[in-house]
Structures are given as structure tokens and as C-alpha cells.
């Protein structure tokens, strides 16, 4: 069974400044990707950034990047200059690349102060 | 269309009606999810979709709950005899291939009273 952990209900972060967020997953699955989403107010999901497990290099998107250790099983995300639009709640997910069926952890609720 | 559609956005429904939650996903993705999520929490698999095969069912959380996709697009979950702790947001999402993430609808908001 895959399970995803996010240890942090609640992170906050000052304008401007970086802050990371943790994820842990364990999967039986030999080809995975693993997906951070955001989800603002609005309740619509948003894709952040996406890596796929038999890759060693971190994704990146533009301010947003991962530190992938895959013998560690984790997958923290790393948010650089972070901005007010970036308050939400993020989800890590873990994923099978043959069904695509994500497994979400229980989330953090980022808080951006100005 | 353009993305993933959910109607309605929101629900209320007294405790043992059934309802009919509808999902249109993004034109030519062959997978569809239901998760539903409960208030502040994460995302609860319900079921998955793809193409013409057998649909995992696994996640369902109760013999009310069916779901089902007609000609490969449209999807309609109903709960049947809704309960106080059906209540929550129910996301549906597609995709066109395993690993390249879900294109997710905004949810419907379901509230039994």
C-alpha cells in the first residue's frame, strides 16, 4: 500500500524569505512520480511541481523546487521569495505511473506574513 | 471543454436524500478520480476510472456510494440515504496518462443537514 506523511499541519513563512515543506511516502510501486499540488481558498487543486521517481535530478519551477532522496523516501518542496499568492495548502502525492492513482497526504497550511 | 467541469458547486441535502454529484472531464483524457475531502484534511481516494476497463472501486467507503462514467466521459458519483458525515468537498480529476499529474475540477461542496 503506498502512504504519503506530512508532518507539518502548519508552516509560516515572511514575504520574500524561503521555507520548506516536508513530505515522506512509501510505495510498493518500482515506477512512481511523486507531485506537489497547491490548493488556495478556492478549493481548486493546482499543480506545483512534478518529479519522476527514476530521475536524480530535483525538479524545479522557477520559485518553486524539490529535494528528492529517494533512498530516504522524501520529497520535500523548497518555495524561494515566497509571496502572499503563495498562502494555501499544499498537498504532497504519491503516484503510480501504470494507473496514475495519486495517494495526497494530509497537507500544510502555508501562511505567507507580510 | 477547457478543464475539468463539477456541478453542482455546492449541495444541501437533508440526511437520507440521495444525490447525484456530476463530473466532465477534459475532452480526451482517458482516466477519471473522485477523492473526497473532508474539512481541512487531505484527499480521500474514492475511485478511478480508465478507459474501458474495470473501474477500481476500492476506495469507496460504503455500499451508498456508486459511481459510474458513461461513453468514457461524463461521471456521476451518488450517495444514496446521505449521512451527516458524507458531508465534505467531492473532487473529481483526469488525466491522459499515468505519471503526468491530475487536471482537477473545483469541487463540489456537499452539506446534509
Known amino acids: 500500500a503506498q502512504t504519503v506523511t506530512q508532518s507539518q499541519p502548519e508552516m509560516s513563512v515572511q514575504e520574500a524569505e524561503t521555507v520548506t515543506l516536508s513530505c515522506t511516502y512509501d510505495t510498493s510501486e518500482s515506477d512512481y512520480y511523486l507531485f506537489w499540488y497547491k490548493q488556495p481558498p478556492s478549493r481548486q487543486m493546482i499543480l506545483v511541481i512534478r518529479?519522476?521517481?527514476?530521475?536524480?535530478q530535483n525538479a524545479t519551477e522557477n520559485r518553486f523546487s524539490v529535494n528528492f532522496q529517494k533512498a530516504a523516501k522524501s520529497f520535500s518542496l523548497k518555495i524561494s521569495d515566497s509571496q502572499l499568492g503563495d498562502a494555501a495548502m499544499y498537498f504532497c502525492?504519491?503516484?503510480?505511473?501504470?494507473?496514475?492513482?495519486?495517494?495526497f497526504g494530509q497537507g500544510t497550511t502555508l501562511q505567507v506574513k507580510p | 471543454g477547457a478543464g475539468v467541469s463539477q456541478s453542482p458547486s455546492n449541495k444541501v441535502t437533508e440526511k437520507g436524500k440521495d444525490v447525484e454529484l456530476r463530473c466532465d472531464p477534459i475532452?480526451?483524457?482517458?482516466?477519471l478520480y473522485w477523492y473526497r475531502q473532508s474539512l481541512g484534511q487531505g484527499l480521500e481516494f474514492l475511485i478511478y476510472?480508465?478507459?474501458?476497463?474495470?473501474?477500481?472501486k476500492s476506495g469507496l467507503p460504503s455500499d451508498r456510494f456508486s459511481a459510474e462514467r458513461t461513453g468514457g466521459s461524463v461521471s456521476t458519483l451518488t450517495i444514496q440515504r446521505t449521512q451527516q458525515e458524507d458531508s465534505a468537498v467531492y473532487l473529481c480529476?483526469?488525466?491522459?496518462?499515468?505519471?503526468?499529474?491530475?487536471?482537477f475540477g473545483s469541487g463540489t461542496r456537499l452539506t446534509v443537514v
Open positions: 476510472f480508465q478507459g474501458n476497463s474495470a473501474p477500481d
Open positions: 480529476a483526469s488525466s491522459l496518462v499515468g505519471g503526468y499529474g491530475y487536471t
Open positions: 475532452s480526451g483524457h482517458t482516466a
Open positions: 502525492a504519491s503516484g503510480s505511473s501504470n494507473t496514475g492513482k495519486l495517494i
Open positions: 518529479q519522476e521517481a527514476y530521475k536524480q
